[in-house]
Every structure is written in C-alpha cells, then in structure tokens.
C-alpha cells in the first residue's frame, strides 16, 4: 500500500506529537523525524479556523438519526433506507477518506478543506429539497466529503501549522469534534419543530452554519498558500500488515466501535422511540453517547501513556458496549440515561484505537502504512454494520433483534480490542 507523510499525522495523539525543535533524529527509537514547519498563522486565527471547522465534521451525519423516521417516510421508504442512511458516514469515511492525500497534494491542505466545504454548504442546503430519494442519498454522499477530508486533513494541518501550540489545537479539536456530534443529534428534533417538513429546516441549519468554516478557512488560505508537506526521507520497512495480529486486531477493534456508533446516531433514537421514549429525549440520549467521547478523547492518551495492563481496559469497552444494549433490552424505560452513559464509556474504543495506532509501532513509516489500513478499511467494514441493522428491522420488524446484534458486536469488539491492547509492536509483527 503506498502511504504519504500525511498517513501516520492524523491518527498521532497529542502527546505523540513532535516539538517545534530543529530536531531531526528521535533519540528513544533511532528513527528520523521530519522538522515541524514553523507556525504561519497567529493563535487565534487557528483556534477559530480549528473550532470552527471541527464543530462542522459531524452534525451532517449525526443530525439524520433522530429524524430517520420522518425522512425515509417522506420519499416512502423503509428500514432499509434507514439502513444505508445510517452506513453511509462509515462507507463516506472510508472510502472518500482515500482521496485526501491525493487532492490535498494539488491544492494543499488548506485549500482541500475550503473546496470540500463549499461543496458540504450546498449539499446540505440542497439535500433536505430534494424530489427523489436517490438524489437525497448522493448529496448525502456529497455532503460527507467534506468531513471524510477533515478526519485525515486537519490534525495534519494541526502538525504542519501548530509549531508550540500543536497539543493544545489538537485538544481543541478533539473536544470540538465532540461538541459538533452531539450537538447534532441534540437539536435536530428541536429544530424540526412541529411542522410537517420540519426535517427540511432542521437538516438546511447546518448547511447555514457550514458557510462559517468556509469564510474562515478561505482566509486562512491566503495565509498558507499551497501547503502539502514535503516528503519524508526515502526508506520503508517491508511486510504484509496481513501478518500483524496486532495490526488486524486495531483495524477490528475501530470498525466495530465506528458500526456501533453510527448505527447509534443512525437508528437508536427510532428504537428508543419505539420503546416509548419521546423524539426529543431519544435524540438527547443519543447526544449523551457521543458527549461521553469528549471525556474519552480527554483520558484516554494519558491512560495509554501510563498505564500498561491496557488489555482489559481495551477489551472492557466492548463488555460495557454489550452491557449497555442489554440493559436497553430487558429495561428500556428503566434508566435510558443510564444505558446511554455505559454505551457512551464504551465508546471510548474509538480515541483509544486512535491512540494506540502509534503507540503500537515504533517506526513512522510502519505507523503510516497502520493508519492507511485501520482506518479507511475499518470505516468501510463498519458499514456493513447499518446495513444489516436495517435489514433486520425490517425483516422482522424488532428492534429488539437490532440490540442482539448490536451486543454481538460489543462482544466482538471486546476480543479485539483485548488482543490490540497486548504490548505487542506491529515493527516486530511483520519483520518476524
């Protein structure tokens, strides 16, 4: 697989972040490092530029769930409309998450983002007016470009532009990332209202509030230019990641948290509602599961960085993500809110598979070529998730169906993520 300096950059947590130094050679691992480009934009201009553009990377995905029902109802439709809603962000991610290195190299960083968010401000005005269902799922699709580039793009933009500053921008991201997920999911039923097509309005808010990372990005752009960072010293290390345990275990572990949470956003408040909650509370308890990512994103580095007996800890996530699902099952009007606090503790697999993607290697390279793999191909696998969600549901006609499903991932996940969490090195995996 052929990686780019940018491969390895955007799954670095914070801590793992090279200083603004002149350094060239990591002194702990012998390997080379590339010099950090010295800052070319003011703090406040990146604090915004970073708030602004995180905010916006998934309330387009996260708003549709707690609007599903009124939204495959109006081009009548079924639950597997529901489905490929609902899978659409992971195959989005996945696959047009590839095309970032590539466009980004013509145009730069900078200029990628701006061009993917003009074209996210008129999807999203134009998706919810749409006359037919196969037009609404392409500017969907359209409307998770921007997004798809944003995962990869800006901690790379981070990297490049942040010099001294690059750990905090990086928290700013990961705490605003989280405040753009449940913030979706949070208001789209409030904003919908009463009306009939109150769906339209709710889904064209965020396409107002997209325009805002485009006139701040542009700006930016005329501070950067055309900024693609050069590329490394020549040099790879060889083997198939195919004989990584490690390597496969990662890449399982972020696909079955990425298809538990988007089929969270996508089709728990239709469950929820359908066990007698309100849309309104359905669509806040959906926003507590992704809120919790905040918290996860925050500890979860540190923990990596201290802690050694990761394996249980890892493998625990699945378990709560299980225990949550089966707690929906048996007492769903019960505690909603509890359930939804213990699935959104398991969804600390996710900032933790990030996390550990170089903290399981020790050359750069070798963490580029897990990134390129974990990532698009773990987004891609999770997709199917949705999908057969759907198909279930509208098989059978149970949601309870869906949750057993959905606590077999859990379980699948806490395997993987127990195998991820061995102190084992992909270096050594794939050269042995």
């Given amino acids: 697989m052929t990686t780019s300096p940018l ?27 590339v010099p950090a480009r010295s800052a070319t934009i003011g703090i406040v201009l990146a604090a915004l530029a ?9 309330p ?6 707690p609007l599903m029902e009124d939204i495959v109802g109006a081009y009548g439709q079924g639950a597997f409309a529901s ?17 970032a290195v590539p466009i980004s190299r013509r145009v730069g960083l900078t200029g990628a983002l701006v061009a993917a968010f003009v074209l996210v401000v008129i999807a999203l005005l134009l998706r ?18 921007g997004p798809a580039l944003g995962n990869v793009l800006v901690p790379a933009w981070i990297k490049l532009h942040g010099g001294a500053r690059t750990v905090g921008l990086m928290t700013l991201y990961s705490v605003m990332l989280a405040v753009g997920g ?24 965020w396409g107002m509030i997209a325009v805002v990372p485009v006139v701040v990005w542009a700006f930016v752009l005329t501070r950067t230019g055309h900024d693609f ?23 399982v572990t972020f696909s079955m948290q990425s298809l538990n949470a988007y089929t969270q956003f996508g089709m728990l408040p239709q469950i929820l509602t359908d066990a007698g909650i309100g849309p309104a509370r359905a669509g806040v308890l959906v926003a507590v599961i992704a809120g919790w990512g905040l918290v996860g994103g925050l500890v979860m580095p540190t923990v990596i960085a201290k802690v050694k007996g990761l394996r249980w800890i890892v493998g625990g996530f699945g378990v709560l993500t299980t225990a949550g699902y089966i707690g929906l099952l048996l007492a769903p009007g019960a505690s909603p809110l509890l359930w939804a606090c213990v699935l959104g503790i398991g969804g600390f697999a996710f900032p933790t598979a990030i996390a550990l993607l170089p903290a399981r290697t020790r050359n750069p390279l070798v963490t580029a070529r897990l990134s390129g793999m974990a990532q698009p191909y773990g987004y891609i696998l999770a997709a199917i998730g949705p999908i057969v969600a759907g198909a279930l549901l509208g098989a059978t006609g149970s949601p309870d169906v869906v949750l057993w499903f959905l606590a077999g991932t859990g379980l699948v996940l806490a395997a993987a993520g127990f195998r991820a969490g061995l102190p084992r090195m992909v270096d050594d995996e794939i050269a042995s």
Avoid: K, Y
């Fill in 60 to 65: 387009g995905a996260t708003g549709v769930g």
């Fill in 50 to 58: 970073i708030t602004t553009i995180a905010l916006n990377l998934r």
């Fill in 7 to 33: 491969d390895s950059t955007p799954d670095a947590s914070p801590s793992e972040t090279p200083d603004s130094g002149p350094t060239d050679t990591d002194t702990d691992t012998g390997t080379a490092r």
């Fill in 182 to 205: 449940s913030a979706g999911a949070a208001l789209a039923v409030p904003l919908a209202g009463s009306a009939d097509n109150g769906w339209h309005d709710s889904l064209q808010f």
């Fill in 229 to 251: 960072p050069p590329a490394p010293p020549r040099g790879e290390l060889g083997g198939s990641l195919l004989r990584s345990p490690t390597a496969i275990a990662l890449m």
């Fill in 128 to 145: 919810p007016v749409s006359g037919a269902f196969s037009l609404f799922v392409g500017l969907s699709v359209l409307a998770l470009l």
């Fill in 83 to 99: 489905g490929l809603l609902t899978a659409l962000p992971c195959l989005a991610f996945g696959v047009l998450g590839l095309l």
